[in-house]
Each structure stands twice: as C-alpha cells, then as structure tokens.
C-alpha cells in the first residue's frame, strides 16, 4: 500500500464523493405513442415549451404525476422514483430527507448518478463533478410530473451521461390556473425533525408566475448527522398562442454532518453496527452546498407546425467539506476542499411537426453549446495554503437530429443522431510547503478535444387498442467527470515514489438494445421489458491502488416489469419487479458482478380512498436482494444482505385544509444498502446504516 496522498482526491465510488471520512478509503425517476400526426410521441420538452412528455419511440418508460407524489408514503423525490421497477438507490448520510442519495437506472452501483442524466423541464441538471444531483433541493411540492426514460436512447437528445436512461422532473407553472392560490404547510417527524412549505402561484392574461420555498431542520438518525436545507424556485411567464417567454430563479443551500462508517472487523471482534449503530468515528466532517440556477429562453412559432425554441442559463455551484478524520484526531488524517462550478449554457432548438412524404412526423433537431469551469482548493484544514489547486474546464458543443414518423396508422418508427465534440483542459499547482504535503509530484496538464456520437433507432407497433410492441437500439456515451480526472491514474510507482498525473481517462461509451410489449385494458396497465447493454471503457475506482480507470468490457442485462389495476373508483393496486444483472464480459474480472448491484428487486402499493377525499390510505412495499459492497470488485467478501421495508400514509382533505401521517420503514427494518469493503483485510468493512421506524406528520391549507 503506498503513502498518504498529499491531497484529498475524491474517487468514483459513492463514498469518495463526499466522504473521504471512511475508515476504509484514504481521505481524499406507461407512455404509449399513438398513430394519427397529433398524436404522435411529444420529444420536445423544454421549460419554454409545453412541457409535455419526452416520451421516445421504442422505449420503456413510466409516469409519476403529482398526485402519485402527493399520495405517496415518500418524503424525497428520490424515494418516489425508487419505487419504479428497475430503479434502484443508495443512500448515505443517515439517508437524511434524501441527501446523498443516489438512483441508479439499470444496475451501475457506484457510478450511478455519473449514468443517469436527470433533466428539469428538459434542460440538464447534471454537473460536470462526482457529486451528481441532489434531488433534495428541488422541492416536492413543485413538481408537476416526473418523466422516466430508460436505457441510452436519451443520449441523442440530451448528450452526456444518458446511459443508464433520462429522468425528467417536469415543474409546475401558474399558467392557464386560477388567478391566485397559496399552499402553506408544515410537519414534525423523528429525529426531532422540522419542515415547512410554501408555494404561490397567480395568472393574469398573458402572464403567469409561481414560487416554491421549503425549509428542513433535523438532528438526523445518526451521530454528527444534522442536517439545514433551504430550498427556493420562482419562475416568470408570458404566453400567447404564437410566443411565450420564461425566467426561473432556483436555489439551494444545505448544511450537513457526515457521520461516516460503522465499521465491522471479525479479525478483532469489532462490530460498530450491533453495538453503537447510531454513531460515528467522525464527530467534526462535515459537507456545505450553495447553488444557484438562473434559466431563460422563449418559444416563437415561425409557421404552422414549427417552433423556434431557444434557452439558456447559468448553474452555479460551490462547496465546502473538512474531514478530521477518527477520534483521536491525527493532522496526518485531516483533509478539506472548497470547490467552485459554473456552467453556462445555450440550447437554441428547432420543432417541426408536418408531413414528411405524405407521413405524419415530427422532427426535433437542435444545437447544445456548455461551458463549465471547476476550480478546487485541497489541502489540510479550511483556511490554510492548500497542497493542489485544481483548475478544470470543459466545453461541449453538439449538433443532433430526431424525427418520429406514423410509417402506418398503427405503427411509429424513430430515429436520430447527435454528434458531440468535447473540449478539455485542465491544470495542477502544488504547493509542497502547504500543511498536509507528505509527498507527491503535481499533475501534468491536460488539453484534449474529443468528438463522440450517440444514435437512436425506435419501433413501436400497435395491434389494437390493448396489445402493443416496441425495441429499440441505442449507443450512448459518458465523459470523465472533474472529481474522476483528478484522481485518474498511479500517484506513486511500486517504490513509493510520486508520479505525476495526467488528468486522463477514456470517455465511455454503451451500446444497448429493448424490447418489450404494452397491454392496456380498462382498468389493467401492464409494460414489461428486456434488454442488453454492452459498455466499453467504463470507468471506475481501482480500490487496491486508489485511483480510477477504465474497466474491461462490462455489460447489464435483465428485464423490468410494472403493472396496476383499478379495482375501483376507490381502491388502486400497482406492483413491479425487476432482474438486473451487471456483470464483468472480459479481462480478470470476467464473470463477477459489477458491485452495489442487487439482481432482484420487488415493489408492491395500493392506494385507497378509504373516505372520499377525506381520508386516503396509501401503502408502499419495496424488496430488494443482496449486492455485492463498493470495492469488492473480486466479489470475495460478505455481501450487504438482502432487506425490505414497508411504508404507510394516512391523508385527507377537509375544504382548504389537508393533513397526513406517514410511517417509513413500518416494521423498523434494520438494514443499510451501502457499505465499503476493505481492500486488505477479508471481512472487515464500513456500512452506512440506515433509520429504522420513523414518523412525519404534515398539516397545511390552501386557498
């Protein structure tokens, strides 16, 4: 094992993101397209658009709407979309109000939220850090929809990291309302946690505006695991039958504790789970988040049936972390970074829906142009000289074409390409007097471009109005991001002795196929769906010499099935289930199961209008089975155990008044779904334990 990294490098694995804390690693969310012209499957979504569905020809995807998420026991956006076939998570952090928490499309583990590109109202929400999103800040009483799109077919529309699929959280507007409503709420729950709510929206002719806030406060499940979030969104309209404009201002700002592992080590009769479950070898880490979203554009009609569609915007994002390391606290142990990212970005776009050689179609085609820059201090404690001052940039400009055409009055077919050209450049100043320097050599710098393409091609076939077919095959792509290229190759050679790094790794690339069939009869909805992914170049962390790389080939492969039936006007039953298999196809690792991956998952609700609207029952059981635990890339070490948990609502509505009572986690399962294997000692390893049984109840009015 080499020497202490003169530097915090956060790695690819979901606990090297923020929580370089571990005692184990060094510091460092059923569309089915019909067949006459207005009919066919919307693709245009932006936030100047109608905001309609971006469904894709040949494609599985699924709907959650606003009632689904007011109804449901979940309290985070990433919950909800958890209880999707297919869709699994990981959460950390004590799995406080979804912080940290990560969804993972088709079985990518660690890597997930680098794989998943989540979109609101159409425009990108993922940065160019190993951080991901944090759904957390998008308030949940904003959200008109979410839209999920599975496998890589998104990539052609939406470029980078659409691999494992494309979540779309559409927001809701005050256009076409009431001239005025408010909504205020508030709610107490475990871990003496405290929420409060409050949206406005109001309509008057051409002009729309609404406004979201929410506020949580709590001490969290575990030790050293407060958490303080303030989230706020506004948006301005103005729409005409042939123009409209929009501004929408977000922002976030969230204070959190990291409490770290609980580690467990039979070699030494150690089992931190079983005897201080709740608590922490990190007292003093902690992780601070401040962003800003300021968004723009408008939609003018040049002709029947075509759209200019024009947008842009600016995402800011900076964050502070310190790890003290274990108690006692060592300065050889300390680590701490402050980083800073902006995107700017412009996506002029153009929707064209006539005929195409007597055909019903619509084409989408359109230019993206982002522009980020990543500077990061790391060094040993806030405030003093940092030992590397990383200073990335990254500009991306992509042309793309897709068009949907009704080839037969019962059958839609689709295809479309993108070509993406990728510009980095990045540098390193070391600093060897800085405190924390114990050895190292500074990064040599990088100044590449790269051109990349991804490719769609979709059928969907309807033989009546119950039965429908569709397949599709895609390749898609992901760059490495910042947090991936700093840490990207051998810090030292056998001898100890500094390498410098060079900032580079392979871009990814997938190439996936699906077929599936639609059944919709009355009250019954079924999809059911299988699938193939082969990727090349997936990059991941290397646990045994601390850094990432590019993997031998891997493939998923494995099948999804979700289905409802209204039994009733009152009662509701919706069920799913998932195979999943994510495996290593070539190379050493030939066979293993890529980690953090559980092959079955099962999800089971109903909703039932006990009492009209006054009282409403809604009940959500999810399973899942055991995965293999980040690091354990041999698949030699004790899995993290398989588990489920049941959550129950109670809610209702009285004139303008609404309450709810929910319970998560009914029968106080004692469970984690993250854990880190030890690279070194067979046995040992850090779990993330998460709450058992907890409470939250909300009251509110509207008016």
């Keep these: 094992m080499h020497s202490r990294p003169a530097a915090p490098r956060p790695c690819s694995g979901l606990s090297r993101a923020l929580l370089a804390s571990t005692v184990l690693v060094p510091s460092l969310s059923l569309i089915t397209p019909a067949a006459a012209q207005d009919m066919l499957p919307e693709i245009v979504v932006s936030a100047t658009a109608t905001r309609t569905s971006t469904s894709i020809v040949g494609t599985s995807s699924t709907v959650i709407t606003a009632d689904d998420i007011a109804r449901s026991p979940a309290q985070t956006v990433q919950d909800i979309i958890a209880q999707t076939p297919g869709v699994q998570s990981t959460s950390l952090y004590g799995g406080v109000n979804g912080t940290g928490s990560s969804v993972d499309l088709r079985g990518f583990g660690a890597t997930a939220t680098s794989n998943t590109l989540f979109l609101i109202n159409g425009r990108r929400l993922n940065d160019l850090d190993l951080q991901g999103i944090d759904l957390s800040s998008i308030p949940l009483q904003s959200i008109e929809r979410i839209e999920i799109t599975r496998g890589g077919s998104g990539a052609v529309l939406y470029g980078d990291n659409a691999v494992g699929g494309v979540i779309n959280i559409v927001t809701k507007t005050g256009a076409g309302g009431p001239p005025a409503t408010f909504r205020a709420e508030g709610g107490v729950g475990s871990f003496n946690q405290r929420l409060a709510a409050v949206s406005a929206a109001f309509n008057s002719g051409p002009w729309s505006t609404s406004a979201f806030a929410n506020h949580v406060r709590t001490d969290g499940y575990r030790t050293n695991n407060a958490l303080e979030q ?15 404009a929009f501004v929408n201002i977000s922002g976030d700002n969230q204070r959190l504790g990291l409490p770290g592992s609980r580690t467990v080590d039979p070699s030494i009769g150690l089992n931190q789970l079983q005897t201080d479950r709740r608590g922490t070898n990190t007292p003093f880490d902690y992780a601070d988040k401040q962003g800003t979203n300021i968004t723009a554009g408008f939609t003018k009609s040049l002709w029947d049936g075509a759209e200019l569609i024009v947008d842009g915007g600016l995402r800011d994002k900076r964050q502070q972390a310190a790890y003290f390391g274990n108690v006692p606290l060592s300065p050889f142990s300390a680590s701490s970074f402050d980083a800073h990212l902006q995107t700017w970005s412009i996506t002029p776009r153009l929707s064209i829906k006539n005929a195409f050689f007597g055909l019903p179609s619509k084409i989408l085609t359109g230019l993206d142009y982002y522009d ?27 042309g793309y074409w897709q068009q949907t055409i009704a080839v037969l009055p019962t059958t839609d077919f689709s295809y479309g390409g993108r070509v993406q050209s990728v510009k980095v450049e990045a540098t390193d100043r070391l600093n060897p007097l800085a405190p924390g320097y114990f050895g190292g050599a500074q990064a040599l710098p990088l100044d590449s471009t790269e051109t990349q393409h991804a490719l769609h091609v979709g059928l969907e076939h309807r033989f009546n109005d119950v039965f429908s077919v569709f397949a599709r095959a ?10 991936e290229r700093v840490a990207s190759g051998p810090s030292y050679d056998a001898f100890f002795n500094p390498i410098p790094g060079t900032f580079a790794l392979k871009t990814q690339t997938s190439v996936d196929v699906e077929g599936g069939f639609r059944i919709k009869s009355g009250p019954f909805e079924m999809q059911t769906s299988v699938y193939n992914m082969d990727l090349t170049n997936e990059i991941r962390y290397d646990p045994v010499n601390f850094y990432n790389t590019n993997l031998d080939p ?16 009152s009662l509701l039953l919706r069920s799913g289930a998932a195979y999943t298999r994510a495996t290593f196809r070539e190379g050493p690792l030939s066979g293993n199961d890529v980690p953090l991956v559980s092959r079955y998952t099962a999800n089971a609700g109903v909703t039932w209008n006990v009492w009209q609207k006054y009282v409403v029952f809604d009940a959500t059981a999810r399973v899942w089975s055991s995965r293999f635990m980040d690091s354990d890339n041999a698949n030699s070490q004790v899995k993290i155990p398989a588990n489920g948990t049941v959550d129950v609502k109670l809610s209702g509505e009285i004139d303008q008044f609404f309450w709810s009572l929910s319970v998560i986690n009914l029968f106080n399962a004692q469970y984690y779904d993250y854990a880190v294997a030890s690279s070194f000692t ?22």
């Design 682 to 703: 067979p046995g040992r390893y850090g779990a993330y334990p998460l709450p058992g049984r907890t409470y939250l109840a909300k009251a509110g009015v509207t008016f």
């Design 230 to 244: 303030n989230n706020a969104l506004g948006e301005l309209r103005y729409t005409t039958s042939d123009f409209s």
């Design 372 to 398: 980020a820059t990543y500077d990061s201090d790391r060094g040993q404690y806030r405030g003093t000289p940092p030992v590397h001052v990383y200073n990335l940039s990254q500009k991306t400009l992509a």
């Design 554 to 569: 891997t493939r998923r492969y494995g099948g999804e099935t979700s289905s409802s039936i209204r039994l009733s006007d």
């Design 474 to 483: 895609a390749r898609a792509f992901r760059t490495p991001n910042v947090d």
